[in-house]
Structures are given as C-alpha cells and as structure tokens.
C-alpha cells in the first residue's frame, strides 16, 4: 500500500561521512540510493559532515533537503585527508555524533552504512545494539587490508588489530552485507561467512551527470588546449591503491609525440606524487587539474580519447575501481592497468572494452600509447561503443540502484513502493 504522508512513513537512516554536493563518489552513491528509497515511499534521514571529505574549505549547510532526502551536517567531522591520524579523528567524531544523535530517530525501520569513515558501522552497530533495527552494510572498501597492503601499518600491529576486530564485528551482526565485486565478496566470506546475507552491488554510473560529448563540440577541450591531441585521462581519487608508474614512466619515453596528453584530474595522496615525478624529469606531455564541478563532469570525461583505469596488484578484493563506471557512461574506452583477473580487467576482457597492460610492462604502454597516437577515430569509437553497450547491458544506474534499494526495502520489512505508487516527496524537512 502507498505511503500516505512523509512524516507517518518508516525512516531509513543513511550514515555516511561524505554527501552530495561534495563531490567524493561515496557520497553520490549514497544520495542516488537514498533518492531512489524516497521515491518507493520511505522517508530518509542522512547525517554527513558539514565540511568537504577533500576540501574542507567547502562548507555545506547544516539541515537541507535534496530530493526529499533529509540531511543532517554535523561539525568538527572532517578536518581533510592530510594524514591517517588527521582522518581518523574526523572520522571518529563523526561516527560519535552520529551515535549521539541517531539512536532517537523516530519510526526507524532501517539503517544504511558504507565505509565513509571506515569506523561509521559502528554507529550502525550501536543503534542494532540498542533499538533492535537492523542494517545493511554496503563495503565500498575493507579495512584493515587497504592500510596493510598499502604498507601504511604492519599486519600485527595495534591499529589492524582494531580495524580488522570492527569489519568482523560488522558482518556478524548485519543483516545485509552488500559489496561492489566478487573478489571483495570472497574477501569478506574469508573473515566472516556470510551465506546468503552477502549480495554483490557494484556501484553505477553517475549518469545524471553524464553524456557523451563530441570533441569537437566540447568547451573542456578547447579551454585546456587538448583541440588536435589524443589525451589519455585518469579521472578520479588519485591514490597509492591506484599506482600509475608504469604510465608516467611511457608517458617519460614517449614526449616526443607532441599530439600525446596525458591528462590527470582529481585529488588525493597519489597526486603529490604525479607532480613530483613531473618536476623531477621535466614532462610537458603530463599536466593535473582538481576535481571538477558535477555539472562540469561530462564535458571533462568525454574530453579523453581513452580512459586510465589503474588498479595495484594487491588491491583486487580490497578496493573498487568505480571510475570505470563514469568511463562507460561517457562512451569512451578503458586502459585498464592491472591484473586480468581484476574486476576492470573482466570488463575489458568480456566486453572488448578497451585495453590492459601489467604494471611494470613500461614497454608494452609505450607500444600501446605510441599505436593510440596514431590510431584513426574508428578505432576509439569502436571501443566506446563496446564501453557504452556494457554500460547499458550490464551497469546501468536503473538496474543496479533499483536491486540494491530492493535489499534495503526488504530488510527495512516493507514490501518495495514503485515511485509510481509512492507519495510524491515531502520537500520540507522533518524534524526529528
């Protein structure tokens, strides 16, 4: 049956550190879920932190509502990603707070936690532990594996001790568990049997911000100068979980193709490195830009010819890599640079959508990036029409929002609402 008023309708409770408009994909992801449960019928409360997860220069509004999602933004929950300690205290008191203020929601039906910050189903677990409301866990990424194999603590250490002791109390007491690949899904059965509670839920395109735009009707390009090149794009957090050497060390040997740019937008701790290796060795075919504005996001990825998807050997089952979604969206091909049995590297290999090299291959990425240089536009259109079917056939944000809001519907105990049999959203806020 409808939900006959907004304020009478079970409440589902988004945890999530990082919120739209901030531009952090966790935070996209969650919204569009949320959106999609406000229009089954449910109403949704998200707390978030009231400053940007990269920028903390942004500032966002304490109380709004966004497509009949209720936000809540809590202070002194994100002070940047400068360092771990910095982040985990960010992280620790927004989770605290959240906690604080969460466990007196009223018609609480459910709750939904991902990783951002990674001590966030915590909270989850406190509100299960207190009113007896379940929660699906959605593991965009594990912990403490990504620190470890990152070599940012030692697999004996204090803090992995935690970080793995929170993940296994975390998927003992959810009732969903939800990740974005089968090889994190065999990660987390390893730690915690899962049974039927575990569901494979990959992230989707972002497609409300995203459409195809031919080069030469595109402003991006002409306002970077890239009129006349093959540009070679990574978009996205640029992080040590995503090495990139192989590439700038071809991008080094190949500075003699002056119609080659190899272009790297985004932030995080791996660009730092990108522009030091740039300094170092002199490149002027390697530039890097900030993340762009959403609204900006189809002009700057469809400004690639090719897509840079990387993925670090020991990160498969650990991290996604949800860029390639974007790149599938924008109709363009993927480069994918990693292992073959990689969830990027399946989609290359299936669906033709692109190509792979292995880390370390420096040869084989210049051969590649020297054929792309002088490959006509067939060639690319090709592959982004192979890219862009997989999307439709296989990624679409449709098919993959509406199963993953099945599985909360389901586990907030109310029979799935068609946005057609639901209440149009109620724009104001509810308070609590």
């Not at 949704?44 to 966002?60: H, I, M, N």
């Not at 054929?371 to 192979?386: N, P, Q, S, V």
Request: charged share 25%; glycine share 8%; aromatic share 8%.
């Amino acid at each position: 049956m409808p939900v006959p008023d907004r304020k009478l309708a079970p409440t589902i409770l988004v945890i999530s550190q990082t919120y739209v408009p901030d531009p952090a994909a966790v935070g996209q992801y969650m919204h569009d879920a949320a959106a999609e449960l406000v229009a089954r019928g449910f109403r949704v409360k998200a707390y978030a932190a009231d400053r940007g997860y990269e920028d903390t220069g942004l500032k966002f509004p304490k109380r709004e509502t966004r497509d009949g999602v209720e936000i809540v933004r809590v202070g002194f929950a994100s002070f940047g990603k400068g360092s771990i300690p910095i982040r985990l205290l960010g992280g620790m008191l927004y989770t605290l707070q959240v906690m604080l203020r969460a466990v007196f929601t009223r018609r609480l039906a459910a709750v939904l936690v991902s990783t951002s910050p990674p001590m966030a189903p915590m909270a989850a677990l406190f509100i299960k532990l207190l009113r007896r409301k379940p929660f699906v866990f959605w593991a965009m990424d594990i912990n403490p594996d990504q620190m470890i194999a990152m070599g940012k603590v030692g697999p004996r250490s204090l803090p992995a001790w935690l970080f793995d002791a929170m993940i296994k109390a975390t998927l003992r007491h959810s009732t969903k568990v939800a990740t974005l690949d089968r090889f994190m899904g065999q990660r987390l059965e390893a730690k915690v049997p899962l049974g039927d509670r575990l569901e494979v839920a990959p992230p989707w395109p972002l497609a409300d911000h995203l459409e195809p735009v031919e080069h030469d009707d595109n402003p991006f390009r002409s306002e970077q100068g890239l009129a006349g090149k093959r540009v070679v794009m990574y978009s996205g957090n640029i992080s040590p979980a995503h090495p990139v050497d192989t590439v700038l060390e071809a991008a080094q040997r190949v500075q003699d193709r002056d119609d080659l740019v190899f272009l790297f937008i985004g932030g995080g701790l791996g660009k730092q490195h990108i522009e030091d290796f740039v300094a170092e060795h002199r490149l002027t075919n390697v530039r890097t830009l900030p993340y762009q504005p959403l609204d900006q996001l189809r002009y700057s990825l469809s400004a690639a010819d090719v897509h840079l998807v990387a993925m670090g050997e020991d990160m498969i089952g650990i991290v996604h890599p949800c860029k390639v979604y974007g790149v599938l969206g924008v109709q363009r091909p993927v480069l994918a640079l990693g292992p073959e049995a990689s969830h990027v590297g399946e989609i290359v290999g299936q669906h033709g959508a692109g190509w792979r090299i292995d880390h370390g291959d420096v040869d084989s990425a210049e051969s590649l990036f020297r054929e792309l240089a002088d490959a006509d536009e067939d060639t690319f259109r090709a592959k982004g029409d192979r890219a862009f079917a997989a999307m439709q056939q296989a990624f679409s944000k449709r098919q993959l929002c509406g199963r993953f809001c099945d599985v909360i519907a389901a586990v907030a105990g109310t029979s799935r609402l068609t946005p057609a049999e639901a209440t149009p959203s109620n724009s104001a806020a509810v308070p609590d």
